[in-house]
């Protein structure tokens, strides 16, 4: 005589998983050694944000000169994002990252001790050129370890590392700069040291190997039409955001008469509402359509960029923080999981330098975009950054059969 066993509805036990481990489980090891030594280093990442003062206050520089200083940086920051995508898929990820963040660390400790204008040229075009060397590596290492349902997750949740390390680095970094510059590029050396050791040590070398991983070149990338236009709206993107570092405290202090003060505060909920949002959103974004997910983030960037012509209080200004915000979070791990969806294996690192190649463009270009527009009027500035966001958004509706078929 057998016994049955009743598998109805009411003899079914469904567990669901824990609530922490649906947002933050079934991801590799090797991706949270990525993610803590991202997090290190955006802690220790306090140079950058205070070199301007640190050159004039401290080398006495005239702001000119600063400014000239500051150009070289972007342009070296323009070169890094190819070089280290050539480097990332001959040499290799681990090899890249590590090295890159060595790198780094040389090239700080050699600005905090240069006291000269060619010595000071020298340093910054050299950390312009190595300080971002770890992202087109960092995101093959992603898309090489990470699998393609789980990877808009992935990307999200280093993002929301990196906004974490920033808001503590750069409010520790305030502190520190009034007890003495030094400290600033020992700390931000160390913490890069720190994370090329953890890499090396915790995370394998992903890239391909065989004859193929060595094939290939920009070339190939650039045949490529649709990671080509999709450059192009991830530099529309970009545009946008950067007028956060640009145009917007300038807009803000001097044309809608906020103080610096009111900015901080207002500025400020973009840091929360990443922190607290971005972990509990990114594995549903993730489930969604990639190209119609990252339009509507564009678009919703559009709109809160637009709405700041308007402007004339903390209140306001609060009000199209939380918008664009908004869709920044939506934007956040999409992008990197396109590229990794439309590169080859063996050309990921490549197509991530490409991808990082917008961005460097876009500290170039959006303050030669906003500055002009701005003397115009803030409805000029903003409402052609509003308009770029729709554009955008519009050519990634465009792009989305193809990165589909893809």
Same mark, same amino acid.
Request: no cysteine.
């Given at each position: 005589m057998s016994t049955a066993t009743s598998s109805g509805p009411s003899s079914r036990v469904v567990r669901k998983p824990a609530f922490l481990r649906s947002k933050l489980g079934g991801l590799p090891r090797p991706f949270w050694a990525l993610w803590t030594g991202t997090l290190v280093n955006r802690l220790g990442?306090?140079?950058?944000?205070?070199?301007?003062?640190?050159?004039?206050?401290?080398?006495?520089?005239?702001?000119? @000169?600063?400014? !000239?200083?500051m150009g070289v940086y972007g342009v070296g920051s323009l070169v890094s994002q190819i070089l280290a995508g050539v480097l990332t898929d001959r040499v290799g990820r681990r090899a890249t990252l590590a090295g890159g963040m060595l790198a780094t660390a040389a090239a700080l400790l050699a600005?905090?001790?240069?006291?000269?204008?060619?010595?000071?040229? @020298?340093?910054?075009?050299?950390?312009?050129?190595?300080?971002?060397?770890?992202?087109?590596?960092?995101?093959?290492?992603?898309?090489?370890?990470?699998?393609?349902?789980?990877?808009?997750?992935?990307?999200?949740?280093?993002?929301?590392?990196?906004?974490?390390?920033?808001? !503590?680095?750069?409010?520790?970094?305030g502190w520190l700069a009034e007890r003495?510059?030094?400290?600033?590029?020992?700390?931000?050396?160390?913490?890069s040291v720190l994370f090329a050791v953890l890499v090396w040590r915790a995370v394998p070398e992903t890239r391909p190997a065989g004859r193929e991983a060595a094939s290939g070149g920009f070339g190939e990338v650039l045949r490529d039409r649709l990671m080509v236009a999709f450059t192009l709206v991830v530099l529309g993107d970009a545009l946008m955001y950067m007028q956060t570092v640009s145009m917007l405290p300038v807009a803000i202090t001097r044309v809608a008469g906020l103080t610096p003060g009111q900015l901080g505060v207002a500025m400020a909920l973009n840091g929360v509402l990443i922190v607290v949002v971005q972990p509990l959103v990114s594995d549903w974004l993730g489930r969604r359509d990639p190209a119609r997910t990252f339009a509507v983030g564009l678009a919703v960037m559009g709109l809160g960029f637009a709405m700041t012509a308007f402007v004339t209080s903390t209140f306001w200004l609060?009000?199209?923080?939380?918008?664009?915000?908004?869709?920044?979070?939506?934007?956040?791990?999409?992008?990197?999981?396109?590229?990794?969806?439309?590169?080859?294996?063996?050309?990921r690192g490549r197509?991530?330098?490409?991808?990082?190649?917008?961005?460097?463009?876009?500290?170039?270009?959006?303050?030669?975009?906003?500055?002009?527009?701005?003397?115009?009027?803030?409805e000029a500035l903003w409402f052609t950054i509003g308009g770029i966001g729709l554009v955008s958004?519009?050519?990634?509706?465009?792009?989305?059969?193809?990165?589909?078929?893809?």
């Open positions: 990442g306090v140079v950058v944000p205070f070199t301007g003062v640190y050159l004039t206050q401290e080398r006495g520089l005239s702001v000119t @000169a600063a400014g !000239l200083v600005l905090g001790y240069s006291t000269s204008m060619p010595a000071i040229l @020298a340093s910054m075009a050299v950390l312009g050129v190595v300080t971002d060397v770890y992202r087109p590596a960092s995101n093959a290492m992603v898309a090489d370890l990470v699998d393609p349902e789980e990877r808009p997750r992935a990307y999200g949740l280093l993002f929301w590392g990196i906004n974490v390390g920033y808001a !503590l680095g750069m409010t520790a970094g003495g510059f030094t400290w600033l590029f020992w700390i931000d050396a160390v913490s609060a009000v199209t923080i939380v918008v664009w915000t908004a869709g920044e979070i939506v934007t956040a791990g999409i992008a990197g999981s396109i590229v990794a969806t439309l590169a080859p294996p063996h050309l197509y991530s330098g490409l991808f990082g190649f917008a961005w460097s463009a876009a500290m170039v270009l959006a303050p030669a975009l906003g500055g002009p527009l701005l003397e115009v009027g803030p958004a519009a050519g990634m509706l465009a792009l989305g059969p193809a990165i589909r078929r893809r």
